[in-house]
């Protein structure tokens, strides 16, 4: 968690009490059950000068409470047995420990719901791990800070005038400002020094008018502060968060709360310090909260940077797929030359290479924690994903020398989602598995319907499932993996490390624990409705994952009418600009084939060259080029004398709404996404047929 911890371990083991360095040292319990975060937690706690007691669990944690008092429980969010929330909860509801400070800990990937959901606990504090030292140990002081000014203001309120000057170098020795009003004529009876520094008017002007304060405030807060100080005034209590401006310029974010202080005096006293009565004295605090709240949106604004890193990626990943959609239809569609497979062939190898690697960086990334995918909803035969999942990992089978057993029922297997989705799903549990079998092994796939299922064509079956398991008689499971397999965030398991087939190819699927596949499998299957299971015996003793899928009738499958061949429009001059080299050429022969007359250019500067001799019908611009981009060229291209009646079309990877106004303000006359199939392409011509009848 933390770095630069160094010497001799000082933590006891699973809650034996540390020998304390003082008497007097503060009291603190550290719950992890992790034995290196718990090891270097309890180092910077010894090192602040604390004396630490560890527990392991939740369970021990309570009990350790109720047994020695600690001053504050440094306790992690994930334990074994019960969560650091209710924990949490239990010891806020127990009134033996309610007063016991909690400063919750959580990984950084915590969302603010479970932040909120935290301080709604009973957290006193809540700490984003990995946090320096420095923070850590400023956290805990500021939590024991605010208890002891709590404390210290209830216990001096019985006996102000008695005990003025120790509470005054009390309230002075704290870093926040603290002050106590009378209610009755709206004065402060004392504030810290740093309030003056704060407001800009001396502390005589503040003890008479505190509403000079407000002037400080920023304007978009004063009305909300004015009626908080308002409302305190009645009641004596106040938490609120606004912003001031120093006198110096410098803009502050500031947390103030405030506490009634009534009379403990006789049954008179009481009697007119009912319900209703305002209180004798207000005590508050207030603390600069700039830090923070900084480091709060500070995380937002890193959950917003992936989210335009994954709309980034999303642009990258087309630009790949066009020259292949371009490519496998004038495999699929046309009449292509020999000479045109094999240009095909190269363009779709060198682009499925490209296309790899960008998927796994998305991979990477944990989109799906966010719930943003979309399933197709087909009526899909699973032997097709089967099928294709063991064709895209034949070659990692080969490199291993595995020998794979596919045992498929003889009725249909159909099943309602996402065929490509499906096919991700068995095509990463195949590659997982020829990756920790060592070389020469045996994998298994078996589909069949459980005993829910009748056993006959299921053409009218209505819920049952379908199971499909997965067998390896490779390196297998530890318990401790098996429990955490599909956590992304779980470190790897030391078993495994070694676990790689001695003769396996370098580029064999990573040995670096559950990882992010089994995290994707998992998602995936639980959006098509199913579940997953994993089982080993043990290390060595080989692994089965099973995936439980519901199953379709096929009487809710109403197939279409099959997709009708291109038609060949007019022939057309078309000049074609990009700067990708395989989509320009990939294109060019698409267009070629359907019977057109094509010119490309591989920039802004060539496509202005070319476009007078050309005189093209028709030109599809590519939008992000170097040099000149689509926007710039388009422009130029309009005031060509020769490009009059030409219809200009944005061909780009930029699809989002935004980006088509832009484009079509620009001066283009439609926007098109790429990959553009050959129907979108001869829809395309077609208007500009329909035009110029």
């Given at each position: 968690?933390?770095?630069?911890?160094?010497?001799?371990?000082?933590?006891?083991?699973k809650?034996?009490?540390?020998?304390?360095q003082?008497?007097?040292?503060?009291?603190?319990?550290?719950?992890?059950?992790?034995?290196?975060?718990?090891?270097?937690?309890?180092?910077?706690?010894?090192?602040?000068?604390?004396?630490?007691?560890?527990?392991?669990?939740?369970?021990?944690?309570?009990?350790?409470?109720?047994?020695?008092?600690?001053?504050?429980?440094?306790?992690?969010?994930?334990?074994?047995?019960?969560?650091?929330?209710?924990?949490?909860?239990?010891?806020?509801?127990?009134?033996?420990?309610?007063r016991?400070?909690?400063?919750?800990t959580?990984?950084?990937?915590?969302?603010?719901?479970?932040?909120?959901?935290?301080?709604?606990?009973?957290a006193d504090?809540?700490?984003?791990?990995?946090?320096?030292?420095e923070?850590?140990?400023?956290?805990?002081?500021?939590?024991?800070?605010?208890?002891?000014?709590?404390?210290?203001?209830?216990?001096?309120?019985?006996?102000?005038?008695?005990?003025?000057?120790?509470?005054?170098?009390?309230?002075?020795?704290?870093?926040?400002?603290?002050?106590?009003?009378?209610?009755?004529?709206?004065?402060?009876?004392?504030a810290?020094?740093?309030?003056?520094?704060?407001?800009?008017?001396?502390?005589?002007?503040?003890?008479?008018?505190?509403?000079?304060?407000?002037?400080?405030?920023?304007?978009?807060?004063?009305?909300?502060?004015?009626?908080?100080?308002?409302?305190?005034?009645?009641?004596?209590?106040?938490?609120?968060?606004?912003?001031?401006?120093?006198?110096g310029?410098?803009?502050?974010e500031?947390r103030?709360?405030?506490?009634?202080?009534?009379?403990?005096?006789?049954?008179?006293?009481?009697?007119?310090?009912?319900?209703?009565?305002?209180?004798?004295?207000?005590?508050?605090?207030?603390?600069?909260?700039?830090?923070?709240?900084?480091?709060?949106?500070?995380?937002?604004?890193?959950?917003?940077?992936?989210?335009?890193?994954?709309?980034?990626?999303a642009?990258?990943?087309?630009?790949?797929?066009?020259?292949?959609?371009?490519?496998?239809?004038?495999?699929?569609?046309?009449?292509?030359?020999?000479?045109?497979?094999?240009?095909?062939?190269?363009i779709?190898?060198?682009?499925?290479?490209?296309?790899?690697?960008?998927?796994?960086?998305?991979?990477d990334?944990?989109?799906?924690?966010?719930g943003?995918?979309?399933?197709?909803?087909?009526?899909?035969?699973?032997?097709?994903?089967l099928?294709?999942?063991?064709?895209?990992?034949?070659?990692?089978?080969?490199?291993?020398?595995?020998?794979?057993?596919?045992?498929?029922?003889?009725?249909?297997?159909?099943?309602?989602?996402?065929?490509?989705?499906l096919?991700?799903?068995?095509?990463?549990?195949?590659?997982?598995?020829?990756?920790?079998?060592?070389?020469?092994?045996?994998i298994?796939?078996?589909?069949?319907?459980?005993?829910s299922?009748?056993?006959?064509?299921?053409?009218?079956?209505?819920?049952?499932?379908?199971?499909?398991?997965?067998?390896?008689?490779?390196?297998?499971?530890?318990?401790?993996?098996?429990?955490q397999?599909?956590?992304p965030?779980?470190?790897?398991?030391?078993?495994?490390?070694?676990?790689?087939?001695?003769?396996?190819?370098?580029?064999?699927?990573?040995?670096?624990?559950?990882?992010?596949?089994?995290?994707?499998?998992?998602?995936?299957?639980?959006?098509?409705?199913?579940?997953?299971?994993?089982?080993?015996?043990?290390?060595?003793?080989?692994?089965?994952?099973?995936?439980?899928?519901?199953?379709?009738?096929?009487?809710?499958?109403?197939?279409?009418?099959?997709?009708?061949?291109p038609?060949?429009?007019?022939?057309?001059?078309?000049?074609v600009?990009?700067?990708?080299?395989?989509?320009?050429?990939?294109?060019?022969?698409?267009?070629?084939?359907?019977?057109?007359?094509?010119?490309?250019?591989?920039?802004?500067?060539?496509?202005?060259?070319?476009?007078?001799?050309?005189?093209?019908?028709?030109?599809?611009?590519?939008?992000?080029?170097?040099?000149?981009?689509?926007?710039?060229?388009?422009?130029?291209?309009?005031?060509?004398?020769?490009?009059?009646?030409?219809?200009?079309?944005?061909?780009?990877?930029?699809?989002?709404?935004?980006?088509?106004?832009?484009?079509?303000?620009?001066?283009?006359?439609?926007?098109?996404?790429?990959?553009?199939?050959?129907?979108?392409?001869?829809?395309?011509?077609?208007?500009?047929?329909?035009?110029?009848?």
């Amino acid at each position: 968690m933390l770095q630069g911890i160094e010497g001799p371990r000082c933590g006891a083991a699973k809650g034996a009490t540390m020998k304390p360095q003082g008497s007097r040292a503060p009291l603190i319990l550290n719950v992890e059950d992790r034995e290196g975060p718990r090891y270097v937690k309890s180092r910077i706690l010894h090192r602040g000068g604390f004396s630490v007691i560890e527990a392991v669990n939740g369970h021990s944690a309570l009990s350790l409470v109720r047994q020695h008092a600690p001053s504050l429980v440094l306790l992690s969010a994930k334990l074994p047995d019960i969560s650091g929330l209710e924990v949490c909860r239990l010891l806020k509801e127990d009134p033996q420990t309610a007063r016991t400070l909690v400063l919750l800990t959580s990984p950084g990937l915590a969302q603010s719901r479970q932040r909120v959901e935290a301080l709604n606990c009973g957290a006193d504090g809540y700490l984003v791990e990995p946090a320096e030292p420095e923070e850590v140990l400023s956290s805990i002081q500021a939590l024991l800070r605010l208890r002891g000014a709590e404390d210290a203001f209830h216990r001096t309120s019985r006996a102000l005038h008695e005990h003025e000057d120790m509470f005054r170098q009390l309230a002075e020795s704290l870093a926040d400002v603290v002050w106590i009003l009378d209610p009755s004529t709206r004065r402060l009876l004392f504030a810290s020094s740093s309030l003056a520094t704060i407001c800009g008017h001396s502390a005589e002007q503040l003890m008479d008018d505190p509403r000079r304060c407000l002037e400080r405030v920023a304007p978009a807060d004063r009305a909300r502060v004015e009626a908080a100080v308002e409302g305190m005034l009645r009641d004596g209590s106040m938490d609120i968060e606004f912003a001031v401006t120093l006198p110096g310029g410098e803009p502050r974010e500031v947390r103030a709360r405030a506490f009634p202080m009534r009379s403990r005096g006789g049954a008179d006293d009481r009697d007119k310090a009912g319900a209703g009565a305002p209180p004798l004295r207000i005590a508050g605090i207030c603390q600069d909260v700039t830090l923070q709240n900084r480091a709060g949106r500070t995380l937002r604004d890193e959950e917003r940077r992936k989210d335009q890193f994954l709309a980034m990626l999303a642009h990258e990943l087309r630009n790949p797929l066009a020259p292949l959609r371009s490519a496998a239809d004038l495999l699929q569609q046309l009449a292509p030359t020999r000479e045109d497979m094999f240009r095909a062939r190269d363009i779709i190898g060198r682009q499925v290479h490209h296309l790899t690697r960008l998927v796994d960086e998305l991979l990477d990334i944990s989109r799906f924690n966010q719930g943003r995918i979309t399933l197709r909803q087909d009526l899909v035969e699973l032997r097709t994903a089967l099928n294709t999942a063991v064709e895209a990992v034949r070659p990692v089978l080969d490199a291993y020398r595995h020998t794979l057993r596919l045992s498929l029922p003889e009725q249909p297997l159909p099943v309602r989602g996402d065929l490509v989705r499906l096919t991700q799903i068995f095509s990463n549990l195949l590659q997982n598995a020829a990756a920790y079998t060592p070389a020469g092994g045996v994998i298994s796939v078996e589909a069949d319907f459980d005993d829910s299922a009748p056993e006959t064509v299921p053409d009218a079956v209505s819920g049952g499932q379908v199971t499909v398991r997965v067998r390896d008689n490779g390196t297998g499971l530890s318990a401790a993996l098996q429990r955490q397999l599909f956590d992304p965030l779980a470190p790897p398991d030391p078993a495994r490390e070694n676990d790689a087939p001695a003769e396996a190819p370098q580029s064999a699927f990573p040995h670096d624990g559950p990882g992010i596949g089994l995290t994707l499998v998992q998602k995936l299957v639980q959006l098509h409705g199913g579940t997953i299971r994993a089982f080993s015996a043990g290390p060595g003793q080989g692994s089965t994952f099973t995936v439980t899928l519901p199953v379709e009738p096929w009487q809710n499958w109403h197939p279409g009418s099959g997709k009708a061949g291109p038609r060949r429009s007019v022939p057309r001059r078309i000049l074609v600009v990009d700067d990708n080299v395989d989509a320009l050429e990939a294109m060019t022969m698409a267009l070629q084939a359907m019977g057109h007359t094509v010119v490309t250019a591989p920039d802004g500067p060539s496509a202005l060259a070319r476009a007078s001799d050309a005189r093209p019908d028709l030109v599809l611009l590519d939008l992000g080029m170097p040099a000149m981009d689509g926007f710039e060229t388009v422009r130029r291209l309009r005031a060509l004398p020769e490009l009059r009646g030409a219809r200009l079309v944005a061909l780009t990877g930029f699809g989002q709404p935004e980006d088509r106004r832009r484009a079509l303000a620009a001066g283009f006359d439609q926007h098109l996404v790429k990959p553009a199939d050959l129907d979108a392409l001869t829809r395309l011509l077609d208007e500009l047929d329909q035009q110029q009848a």
